[in-house]
């Protein structure tokens, strides 16, 4: 019985420093992890410069094992800390940290799985488990608030410029000839999204008078275009951040993510898991 109690008693200490940010250990640890992260991608990108490789391969995967064994430690320590291990490893951010860590190991497994290395890069999606920061956390909560009431609008908005991308597209296509490059009516649409958002590659360009003139006028649309998404989220950041001032905080500070299902997102002061139940 001791045994059981000691064992559960560091793997709630482990919990608390690794998953939840309340803690000094647990601040410690988040800023280790984001110091990391940030350097496991800049390795990424010096190995990508040939002469950098070159000159400094060694010390280069000498510093990425370093910090891929980090990960791999802090994989497993996610895991043996939760009381349903599965519900980490089949998570987003399981499968990122899994994802992220394992292409060093295959390099040395597998021919030619070193361009896997290239997935590293995914490591920056886990600075936003970071954001879970007090310091950060309203900030956060605030923008994931106004993205998540946006979403709506910018579908109808995404619908409704394929809509017009499509219908210009065709209508570009009837209207130049194959030798301006508007060969099918998909390469026609590939050029319409291009110009309306104001890319402009240049490699499929009209010719005729009445293209050029639908070109001018899907151009100036896109100006329009590009800012509305802008609005509609800002729009909605504003609002919220109005009812944050009017309200009072409306954010709570609480980090604590519960160690049998690992959701977040507590009110400040509670004992149990609002959504299964258990001690927190």
Known sequence: MEKEEVHSGWKHRLH???????TPLGKLFDVCLFILIILSVILVMLESVKEV??????????????????????YFARI?????????????YGIIDFISTIPLYLSYIFAGSQVLLAVRAFRLLRIFRILKLVKFLGEASQLKSALKASRAKI?????VV???????????YLIESDEAGFTSIPRSIYWTIVT???VGYGDIAPQTNFGQFIATIIMVLGYGIIAVPTGIVTVEFSRHGKQKDNAGPIVHSNTQACPSCSIEGHR?????????????
């Open 16 to 22: 608390e420093i690794i998953y939840e940010a309340d």
């Open 53 to 74: 490789d070159v000159k400094y391969h060694r010390l280069l995967l000498i510093l990425e094992w370093v910090v891929t064994v980090f990960f791999t430690i802090e």
């Open 80 to 92: 043996i800390s939760i009381k349903k291990p599965w519900k980490y490893v089949f998570s987003f």
């Open 155 to 159: 579908a109808v908005f995404i619908y």
């Open 162 to 172: 394929l809509i017009l991308s499509v219908i210009m597209g065709t209508l570009m």
């Open 196 to 198: 309306l958002t104001t």
């Open 268 to 280: 400040d002061g509670a004992k149990y898991c609002f959504k299964c139940g258990d001690p927190i």
